[in-house]
């Protein structure tokens, strides 16, 4: 039998599934989706992440492609104002780079994503889990785990409230583009004293920037969705470098202020990681790295668990770690976008503000 059937394979439920089979327990990781994203999405992994990545054996490809002390290029109303390298140990690296290192190491043991695989009801007794798919089929594992991101069925299926807010009017558009004849030696932050900005990323390993910019608003103020066009009229807006065409997205996406943590990570011998447990703002870059950290914890929890299913308590050693540490990152990344908010509108800051 299954010991613990993952949903979701996203860097949170990769990390886990990793953890799990190289410990030696049998893992199934379902995914609704066709099959691998290209979404540079979260695009920074910390020295905590890197050094789960290294014990499981998936760094070195994060590692070989990844960049350290990306410089920050500000400038303000379309003037060049100065350069800020980054510090740390952490690396800028696109979230699916990251993901195909961890689903290559799975593969090598022995452990397939299963695509086109959406669970949609999870029923529990005393002796294990059973999950239903959208298409028939059920699956029978000793423990199920929620990686399923933010919007998570596992997390609804629970009952579990997801507790926060919601900023329905502060939304950023995204994306991954191309940008001939643009350097790639920087991360570029144009500000302007107006308000709003746009900031394109070079992202290793490809010839795409991640574009991240404050939306254009409709006649009546709305946010208007990203596209290729939209996105262009933000850079002359605030760029104001005539010449340069944004070509070839790939991605476009929307993301809003959401903070946000589950009031449980556990319903019995069904665990909620990553997103699904908790969402916040993407100022400092944490998020895939918590769900790393997670996926870490929740690995040992369960192989303790696994190992002696007599030990009363061991299922709950999970929660006791990373509810405190979920509501601290709740708090810390709400305050480092606070801080970013208020830093762009000086000339010569940026995203910085919020990396201290
Ligand atoms: C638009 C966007 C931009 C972001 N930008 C940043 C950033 O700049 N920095 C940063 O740190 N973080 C960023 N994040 C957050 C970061 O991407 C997430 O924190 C990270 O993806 C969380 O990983 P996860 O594995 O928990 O969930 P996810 O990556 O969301 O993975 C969940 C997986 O579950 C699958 N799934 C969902 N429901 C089901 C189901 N019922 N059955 C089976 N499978 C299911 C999905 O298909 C998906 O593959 C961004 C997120 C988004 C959406």
């Known amino acids: 039998m299954t010991d613990v059937l993952i949903v979701g394979s996203g860097p949170t439920g990769l990390t886990l599934a990793c953890e799990l089979a190289l410990g030696g327990a049998a893992v199934r990781v379902l995914d609704a989706r066709s099959g691998p994203h290209r979404e540079s999405r979260g695009k920074g992994l910390n020295a905590d992440s890197l050094e789960v990545l290294a014990r499981l054996g998936a760094a070195e490809e994060p590692a070989a492609v990844g960049i350290r002390g990306v410089v920050l290029r500000k400038y303000f109303d379309g003037d060049h104002v100065n350069d800020t390298p980054t510090t740390g140990d952490g690396i800028l690296i696109g979230q699916w780079q990251v993901e195909e290192a961890l689903r290559r190491r799975l593969a090598g043991l022995g452990v397939p994503v299963e695509y086109e695989a959406r669970v949609t009801e999870i029923a529990q007794d005393g002796a294990g889990v059973t999950a239903r798919l959208e298409d028939g089929r059920s699956i029978r594992a000793g423990y199920a785990a929620g990686c399923d991101g933010g ?136 998020g895939m790295n918590t769900g790393i950290q997670d996926a870490a914890a929740l690995g040992r929890t369960l192989l303790s668990a696994l190992a002696d299913p007599g030990t009363r308590g061991a299922l709950d050693a999970y929660e006791a770690e990373r509810l405190p540490a979920a509501a601290h990152v709740l708090a810390d990344t709400s305050e480092r976008y606070e801080r970013v908010l208020a830093a762009v509108r000086e000339p010569g800051r940026g995203t910085e503000a919020g990396m201290d």
């Open 151 to 286: 919007q998570s069925s596992v997390r609804k299926i629970l009952g579990i409230p997801f507790e926060g807010r919601t900023e329905e009017t502060e939304t950023m558009v995204l994306g991954d583009v191309r940008v001939p004849g643009l350097s790639r030696a920087y991360w570029h932050q144009w500000f302007t004293s107006a308000g709003g900005g746009i900031l394109l990323c070079p992202m290793p390993g490809t010839d795409s920037f991640q574009l991240q910019a404050s939306p254009e608003l409709g006649e009546s103020g709305e946010p208007l969705p990203p596209s290729l066009e939209s996105f262009q009229r933000l850079f002359d807006r605030h760029a104001r470098v005539p010449g340069i065409r944004l070509a070839d997205p790939t991605w476009l996406s929307v993301w809003r202020v959401n903070i946000r943590m589950a009031a449980r990570m556990r319903e019995g011998r069904v665990f909620l990681a990553g997103d699904a447990a908790h969402v916040h703002p993407i100022a400092g870059g944490l």
